[in-house]
């Protein structure tokens, strides 16, 4: 895909090798991005939890992409069964690196998640989206899960998306 600016990504399938990389990108999102919505504190708190460790777990059981500019990780994106239910699907970990944020990445990461087996199968998908991302998700066709707006233990708005499977 190329950005408006005429930048390069590519999206490619996660590779174990990738996780530092992902998971520094993922703690830059929570430190520079969402601290706005949620805080020093319980950034502070994600960041120790959000490791490696962690996202080779969500790997093990989730379809993990990564996207690409030349040797840079700008993004990442997954997409998982929902609790193993197989018409149900949830989209996971979506974050690009700051300062390509407005760019068309997170579009991208969406329309890569979407057309993956997992939400092609499904019926109905859902997002546990920041409230910082929420208006983003929203653009994209994603509504308040049972058309309520509110916040959920993680502090997060429950999102989904219903359609009709051929």
Same mark, same amino acid.
């Given at each position: 895909?190329?950005?408006?600016?005429?930048?390069?990504?590519?999206?490619?399938?996660?590779?174990?090798?990738?996780?530092? *990389?992902? !998971?520094?990108?993922?703690?830059?999102?929570f430190k520079?991005?969402?601290?706005?919505?949620?805080? *020093? *504190?319980?950034?502070?708190?994600?960041?120790?939890?959000?490791?490696?460790?962690?996202?080779?777990g !969500?790997?093990?059981?989730?379809? /993990?992409?990564?996207?690409?500019n030349?040797?840079k =990780? /700008?993004g990442?994106?997954s997409i998982?069964?929902?609790?193993?239910?197989?018409?149900?699907s =949830?989209?996971?970990?979506?974050? /690009?690196?700051?300062?390509?944020?407005?760019q #068309? =990445?997170g579009?991208? =990461?969406?329309?890569?998640?979407?057309?993956?087996?997992?939400?092609?199968r499904?019926?109905?998908?859902?997002?546990p989206?920041?409230?910082?991302? /929420?208006?983003?998700?929203?653009?994209k066709g994603?509504?308040?899960?049972? #058309?309520?707006?509110?916040?959920?233990?993680?502090?997060?708005?429950?999102?989904?998306?219903?359609?009709?499977?051929?």
């Amino acid at each position: 895909m190329k950005l408006s600016n005429g930048t390069e990504v590519i999206a490619k399938p996660y590779c174990e090798e990738d996780t530092e *990389e992902i !998971v520094r990108l993922i703690c830059r999102n929570f430190k520079e991005v969402n601290v706005k919505d949620y805080g *020093e *504190e319980a950034i502070a708190a994600l960041c120790a939890t959000h490791d490696v460790n962690w996202f080779k777990g !969500v790997a093990e059981y989730a379809h /993990v992409y990564v996207f690409w500019n030349e040797d840079k =990780i /700008v993004g990442v994106g997954s997409i998982s069964s929902f609790w193993g239910n197989p018409t149900e699907s =949830i989209l996971l970990t979506i974050f /690009v690196l700051p300062e390509f944020h407005g760019q #068309g =990445i997170g579009s991208y =990461i969406i329309d890569t998640l979407e057309s993956d087996e997992l939400f092609l199968r499904a019926e109905r998908i859902e997002i546990p989206a920041s409230i910082t991302a /929420v208006e983003f998700y929203r653009k994209k066709g994603y509504e308040y899960k049972n #058309g309520i707006k509110e916040l959920d233990d993680e502090q997060h708005y429950r999102l989904e998306k219903f359609k009709k499977i051929n």
